[in-house]
């Protein structure tokens, strides 16, 4: 409703309204992380506070930030105004005189970069830097779990081989299980498989399950049952391990899609793949005509604490149509290529 609101009342433009809608979304992240019980009606000013100290930490520019910050503003006098919300983290104009002001949008490159195509993510997919085709492999499956199933950088590197031959067994016939991985995977007939994420790997330590594509599992069940099996310690659970055995961690998963995303000359975080994820998925289940089918998926699969966060992804679907692949199959939207 914000968002039309802007669109209908103040003549925003495509660019202005995709600014403000991600600013506010980051924000609601945000808060969802250092506040989870508490929903964004009771944010307050030091929460807005926190929320300029980390978009600074994460090497914004100060035209950013300040887009940012305006973005928050300018919801939250739009929800003061409809009886959403009491109290303001802050005024939007200090001296009560008049709407919130415009602010000028980014160009619409820098505004469109925090989520990826599919021809974006293929681009920085062809750009990881590596000699060794083995680690190239790992970090490439890497990304496409981010990508194609939307998990966080620690989830990625918690990934658990015990529970995906769970998730696998769960759904061959008996006879398959207890067979390699692989043989057992063979006896399957899914489109998509239920997996247990390690609680330790989640945000909050909550845990969780999520839906990985058939297009995602075959390429990593491939991966514990081949090149895996030549790093040492291969008899560790985690799936994604260094040459030593040991997991890989979040900083350098994230280095690793950062500088794939510099070469590829884009702008955008391993995090963007989860914003990717979102708006493609709901983009596809819209095509079908089942928007509301959507959301649901999109937040027991993205494990939202709040709908709120979740509903910011359908205004952005709205607004990245134009930049989304909308034509794909389900399955595919889920798992992107083989």
């Not at 998730?167 to 991985?181: H, Y």
């Not at 247990?196 to 330590?205: F, N, Q, S």
């Not at 994820?277 to 709901?282: D, E, H, P, S």
């Amino acid at each position: 409703m914000w968002v039309l609101a802007g669109v209908r009342e103040r003549s925003y433009s495509l660019n202005t309204v995709e600014a403000y809608a991600t600013g506010l979304l980051l924000f609601l992240n945000s808060q969802e992380v250092a506040a989870p019980n508490i929903g964004w009606q009771r944010a307050t000013k030091d929460d807005v506070v926190r929320f300029k100290r980390e978009l600074a930490a994460r090497g914004n520019d100060a035209d950013t930030i300040a887009l940012r910050l305006a973005a928050v503003e300018n919801f939250y006098a739009w929800a003061e105004t409809h009886g959403f919300v009491r109290v303001r983290p802050f005024k939007v104009n200090p001296k009560g005189e008049g709407p919130a002001p415009v602010v000028k949008a980014p160009p619409s490159t820098r505004a469109r970069k925090e989520v990826f195509t599919e021809e974006q993510f293929e681009r920085i997919r062809a750009c990881i830097v590596m000699d060794d085709p083995i680690l190239r492999r790992r970090v490439d499956l890497m990304f496409r779990w981010g990508w194609g199933v939307g998990l966080r950088e620690a989830e990625v590197c918690g990934l658990s081989v015990r529970n995906l031959r769970r998730s696998v067994e769960a759904e061959a016939p008996p006879r398959a299980r207890g067979r390699s991985l692989g043989e057992a995977f063979a006896a399957t007939a899914a489109e998509g498989f239920v997996l247990d994420l390690v609680p330790a790997a989640t945000k909050g330590a909550k845990g969780g399950a999520v839906l990985v594509p058939r297009a995602l599992m075959k390429p990593t069940v491939e991966w514990i049952d081949g090149s895996r099996t030549e790093f040492a310690r291969a008899d560790a659970d985690w799936v994604f391990v260094t040459e030593g055995g040991r997991p890989l961690t979040p900083e350098t998963l994230g280095r690793y899609f950062l500088a794939a995303v510099k070469a590829a000359k884009e702008v955008g975080s391993f995090h963007s793949l989860r914003h990717s994820y979102a708006t493609r998925v709901l983009s596809e289940f819209n095509r079908l005509g089942h928007p509301e089918l959507g959301a649901l998926f999109v937040q027991k699969q993205l494990r939202h604490a709040y709908r709120e966060t979740t509903e910011q992804y359908t205004h952005m679907v709205h607004m990245r149509d134009h930049a989304i692949t909308a034509g794909m199959a389900v399955n595919r939207a889920f798992g992107g290529r083989n």
